[in-house]
């Protein structure tokens, strides 16, 4: 049975960070995926002029070095296996999985809050602390996203939990109740 791109992705975030594991690199080797990740975001192109047949291997080799520069071996290495493989369009995907699995090892949380208005950062710091404690997150990184239409209150939502306070939702739930 064929495997989805991300379960593909996923084998392969997952052998670096047991190899990064056993290597006692684990930092160093997220920093260089984010690295880059950052650079493939910014040149949307890079990965088709990588794998392009009309690109001299040469060439190739050249610009996955560029890529990968002063990166760990563990990660030049991942490179050129995806690019052996003709999978270096799934990178930024292992490098999304590699990050998932650190933060879940760590207990690194992404969270989105959603609020009528934009908080300030003391304001998101409390929400962050409230969320770790409902969660049990080590460490929660925040990022809040302003929609007018929850009217007020604020909806906390990471990949795996949603706390909705927002007025919306409990005006929704009154009438609901109202109309019962």
């Known amino acids: 049975m064929a495997k989805n791109i991300k379960d593909i992705a996923n084998q392969y975030a997952k052998a670096i960070f047991e190899l990064a594991g056993e290597q006692d690199n684990v930092d160093e080797v997220l920093t260089d995926l984010r690295t880059i990740k950052t650079v493939l975001d910014e040149n949307q192109n890079f990965i088709t002029i990588a794998s392009s047949a009309d690109v001299a291997i040469a060439s190739r080799d ?7 520069g002063n990166s760990t071996d563990s990660v030049k290495n991942l490179v050129k296996l995806l690019q052996v493989n003709n999978r270096l369009n799934i990178l930024s995907i292992v490098v999304d999985e590699f990050v998932s699995q650190y933060n879940e090892v760590n207990g690194i949380v ?3 809050a959603t609020t009528a208005v934009a908080l300030d950062d003391g304001r998101l710091d409390k ?7 409902k969660t049990g997150a080590q460490q929660v990184n925040i990022e809040n996203v302003v929609d007018e239409s929850i009217l007020g209150g604020v909806i906390l939502q990471s990949q795996s939990t949603l706390i909705d306070g927002s007025l919306q939702t409990k005006i929704a739930k009154m009438k609901a109740q109202l109309l019962g």
Do not use: E, I
């Open 62 to 68: 050249d610009l996955l070095k560029t890529l990968t």
């Open 127 to 133: 929400l962050a602390s409230v969320f770790a404690s």
């Open 110 to 112: 992404d969270v989105q």
